[in-house]
Each structure stands twice: as structure tokens, then as C-alpha cells.
């Protein structure tokens, strides 16, 4: 059964903000119903074209390019940490994992800021 506790939280978090740092992107981490542990983009560097995303992420690779699937690819991995599992299997109806992660740029209440420059592209 997915499970995040205030320990998985804590010991996760550094490398979460290593990771927002890096790429200059201001965000919080919180846990949902003790299973999910979240991560709230708030505003950043990078152009995401839009100000209210929930990245899906099994499709970063096929949704994103550049600098945001790098960043993305990243903030997962250091989501999932060294001690994820997923021995979970669909067609038997069977889940179990280490824990679930929601990945969420801005909220419809609390639009993403990008705070980078606009490139223009030529025409």
C-alpha cells in the first residue's frame, strides 16, 4: 500500500529542492491523503506555455522538450528516491507501490509565473 510519511517527506525533500534550485524554479512539496507526495511549481525560469499544468508522468518524454523535460525528468527521479517500488500489475487489479507523485505547475487558483524571458522565435 503507498505510504508517505513526515520521515519519506523529509528525506526526499532535499534533493526535491536541490533540483528547483538548480533549474531556478520556486516550489512547494506537500503529502495528500498519506500516499502522494506533490510538488507545486509556482513560478520559474522556465516556459511551460501555459499557467495551470498537471503533469502526467508516465508522457514527460512525449509531452515536454528542452529545459522542461529535463527539469521534469529530474524533479521525478528525485521525487521516487532511492526506495521506490512499483510492483504494481493492471490486468490482475494488483497496486502496490512505495507511494504515488503529482506533479502540478500552478493552480487554477494560483496561476504558474514564469519569470524568465520570452524568446521570440524568427520568422
Same mark, same amino acid.
Given at each position: 500500500?503507498?505510504? $508517505?510519511?513526515?520521515?519519506?517527506?523529509?528525506?526526499?525533500?532535499?534533493?526535491?529542492?536541490? @533540483?528547483?534550485?538548480?533549474?531556478?524554479?520556486? +516550489?512547494?512539496?506537500? @503529502?495528500?491523503?498519506?500516499?502522494?507526495?506533490?510538488?507545486?511549481?509556482?513560478? +520559474?525560469?522556465?516556459?511551460?506555455?501555459?499557467?495551470?499544468? #498537471? $503533469?502526467?508522468?508516465?508522457?514527460?518524454?512525449?509531452?515536454?522538450? +528542452?529545459?522542461?523535460?529535463?527539469?521534469?525528468?529530474?524533479?521525478?527521479?528525485?521525487?521516487? +528516491?532511492?526506495?521506490?517500488?512499483?510492483?504494481?500489475?493492471? #490486468?490482475?487489479?494488483?497496486?502496490?507501490?512505495?507511494?504515488?507523485?503529482?506533479?502540478?505547475?500552478?493552480?487554477?487558483?494560483?496561476?504558474?509565473?514564469?519569470?524568465?524571458?520570452?524568446?521570440?522565435?524568427?520568422?
Amino acid at each position: 500500500m503507498a505510504y $508517505v510519511s513526515k520521515e519519506l517527506k523529509a528525506k526526499l525533500a532535499p534533493a526535491i529542492k536541490a @533540483v528547483l534550485k538548480k533549474y531556478d524554479m520556486k +516550489g512547494t512539496i506537500a @503529502v495528500r491523503h498519506h500516499s502522494t507526495l506533490v510538488v507545486n511549481i509556482r513560478s +520559474g525560469a522556465i516556459d511551460f506555455g501555459s499557467d495551470d499544468i #498537471q $503533469v502526467n508522468p508516465y508522457w514527460i518524454h512525449e509531452h515536454y522538450t +528542452g529545459t522542461a523535460r529535463d527539469f521534469l525528468t529530474e524533479l521525478l527521479d528525485a521525487m521516487k +528516491g532511492p526506495d521506490f517500488f512499483d510492483h504494481s500489475d493492471a #490486468q490482475t487489479d494488483y497496486f502496490h507501490r512505495s507511494h504515488y507523485t503529482d506533479i502540478n505547475v500552478g493552480r487554477w487558483d494560483r496561476p504558474y509565473v514564469f519569470t524568465g524571458e520570452k524568446v521570440l522565435e524568427a520568422a
